[in-house]
């Protein structure tokens, strides 16, 4: 299982053991639906202009993808550097300037995806989104089936976070589904059940240590064991190494390929999807059905259940319904119908589901004689490393 290791220790000394077309990457050239993310870095340059060169080097590729008749969406960061750059303003930025240069950022941005899709006969589609776009079921099957349109009709969506009218933190806690577009792009990833995700930044992949930190290597497959030492975020972008890392565990334990690598380099995209040794890979592991996998990691929880030690053993065990006596107490205020999580009686979160009852009713002696507080058919358990199924 794959399971972040992200510590402060002594640089692995791990050397690639793939040759250029190992067997073992077959499935990133079979890849047929595909998400690309790119970095603040990359799609910039000098502070926040857009850097044409490499944009032009990646609506290239993409088009390139789909004349092959494989499926394309392109997760772009950028709009808040651009429109920083734009309307002329000084970091660090304030939440409402932050707003402010993302609306000018994303037109601009968009406009140029545009232009040069058009210059190669690839038609777009701008898709902004926001953490309830996931959150919140009914929209999410809304944003799946408009995802799924797109692609059907050889458009390649432009997805990026509406940083217009969202709040941004670097937490993906308290409420918020994800916090930076590497995230963003592993949700989406694991909405569409894409076959691979490419998360593309301005490294060569995960490496053991910092860039530039005597004995550092990348790490050509990630799966959770190695000791690695973790630089600074992004100038320019909310993400970082860690921020990508977590974003492919997340990817992977969806059932999609992620790979980690060089955004500046012109030729990584066909590199990768040719099963090359290029980047660092996160090996797809046994995928959970569509609405477990949004339990387990599109939705935002609302409250926490707190139950016994039985009634944890019957959730986990044999997939049974929570009932009434098996909560010790509820944390939260919320209504029925929503997320929340399920917690043991030391506080360790095993799972999560949709809890049927209001905060305020749960603990009433009537509800004791009540249906199932969380059904069966709406939860989801946590193993270790991912989800059972």
């Known amino acids: 299982m794959i399971a972040p290791a992200l510590i402060d220790a002594v640089p692995a000394e791990i050397p690639s053991t793939f040759s250029p077309e190992h067997p073992v990457r077959a499935a990133l050239r079979d890849a047929r639906r595909i998400v690309i993310k790119v970095g603040t870095g990359i799609v910039t340059e000098h502070g926040g202009r857009p850097c044409m060169r490499r944009l032009r080097q990646l609506t290239a ?9 494989r499926e394309v969406v392109l997760v772009s960061s950028g709009s808040v550097g651009v429109g920083t750059d734009a309307l002329g303003l000084r970091r660090p930025l304030s939440v409402v300037d ?6 000018a950022g994303q037109s601009l941005l968009m406009g140029a995806y545009l232009r040069l899709f058009g210059a190669l006969g690839q038609r777009c589609a701008q898709v902004l989104l926001s953490e309830e776009d996931f959150s919140n079921r009914g929209r999410h099957v809304h944003l799946n089936a408009t995802l799924n349109r797109l692609l059907d009709l050889g ?10 009218v969202t709040t941004a933190t670097m937490a993906t806690e308290g409420g918020v589904v994800f916090s930076d577009n590497d995230r963003l792009a592993a949700l989406t990833a694991s909405a569409l059940t894409a076959d691979a995700l490419l998360l593309l930044t301005d490294v060569e992949g995960v490496l053991s240590a910092p860039p530039g930190t005597p004995g550092s290597s990348r790490l050509p497959i990630y799966t959770g064991d190695e000791e690695i030492r973790i630089g600074t975020a992004s100038s320019l972008g909310r993400g970082g190494i860690a921020a990508k890392i977590q974003a492919a565990v997340l990817g992977a334990r969806a059932g999609v390929h992620v790979v980690i690598g060089s955004g500046e380099r012109i030729d990584t995209i066909s590199e990768v999807l040719s099963g090359q040794d290029v980047g660092t890979w ?13 339990l387990a990691w599109a939705t935002a929880p609302e409250g926490r259940l707190v139950v016994n030690e039985g009634a944890r053993r019957a959730l986990v065990e044999r997939r049974a319904s929570l009932l009434r006596p098996g909560i010790i107490e509820v944390e939260g205020y919320f209504d029925g119908g929503v997320v929340v999580s399920l917690v043991d009686e030391n506080g360790v979160e095993f799972g999560r589901g949709r809890c049927d009852v209001p905060a ?4 009433e002696p009537t509800v004791d004689r009540a249906p199932p507080i969380v059904h069966a058919d ?3 358990i946590f193993s270790e490393g991912g989800v059972d199924d």
């Open 61 to 69: 590729a993409a088009a390139a993808l789909r004349a092959e008749g």
């Open 98 to 103: 932050r707003q402010a240069a993302a609306a």
């Open 155 to 164: 458009v390649i969506p432009v997805v990026n976070e509406n940083d217009a």
């Open 282 to 294: 996160f090996p797809a592991e046994k995928a959970p059905s569509g609405k477990r996998r949004w």
């Open 360 to 363: 305020s009713h749960i603990m």
């Open 378 to 380: 709406h939860l989801v």
